[in-house]
């Protein structure tokens, strides 16, 4: 599989899966770019899980999302044509923004900088605990860069979600609101450091 197929792929799962968050509007183009840059960034990581030879299960993770929406500049002519839709909705536009402001790191700044971006498994291979593992592969990663602990941004209507990273050890820290006074709950995932000197 080419990288370009992995990426659309992804972001495919993305808006079968994630369909409650603003990006799934966005379109595949818009997020095959984003999932290019995460993959291709040096603070974020792009994790996969295959069977039957096609991608059942993605997760991902950064030091903010910053740095990723950057990297997706570097690819501007797709990135004009991929939101050219959202141009003519001064709705959508408005989103757009606010999701720019808040990867812009403001916010309580006793929160981890490292964040759980987004995980999904096809529901025709759920009940194999695939999300469990992408999840601690999530960990381990975090872990091997000497990152203490991760948060998790969820949203209030997202029930399985919730029962999900609590049950991965995560606890909720904080609430935020995003999108139009929409409450998230932020979890925080704390990490064994193996990697500290001794």
């Not at 999932?35 to 030091?63: C, H, P, Q, W």
């Not at 006793?110 to 592969?137: F, K, T």
């Not at 997202?158 to 909720?172: D, N, S, T, V």
């Amino acid at each position: 599989m080419s990288k370009t197929d992995l990426y659309r792929s992804v972001a495919a799962l993305h808006i079968a899966n994630i369909n409650q968050g603003f990006l799934s509007s966005l379109g595949v183009g818009f997020l095959s770019l984003m999932y290019r840059a995460i993959d291709e960034g040096e603070n974020s990581v792009l994790i996969i899980a295959e069977a039957d030879g096609k991608i059942v299960g993605f997760a991902t993770g950064g030091m903010g999302t910053g740095s990723i929406f950057r990297r997706m500049l570097r690819y501007w002519p797709q990135l004009c044509w991929a939101l050219l839709p959202s141009a003519f909705s001064p709705r959508r536009v408005w989103r757009i923004v606010e999701i720019l402001r808040y990867s812009g790191g403001a916010g309580d700044t006793a929160l981890p900088v490292a964040e759980l971006l987004s995980i999904a498994v096809d529901p025709a291979y759920r009940g194999q605990h695939r999300a469990d593992v992408l999840y601690r592969e999530l960990c381990e990663h975090f872990t091997k860069c000497g990152v203490p602990a991760f948060k998790i941004v969820v949203g209030a209507a997202l029930a399985p979600a919730h029962k999900f990273y609590k049950r991965m050890g995560a606890q909720a820290a904080a609430e935020v609101a995003v999108h139009g006074g929409a409450v998230s709950t932020v979890y925080v995932q704390a990490l064994v450091n193996t990697n500290v000197a001794e």
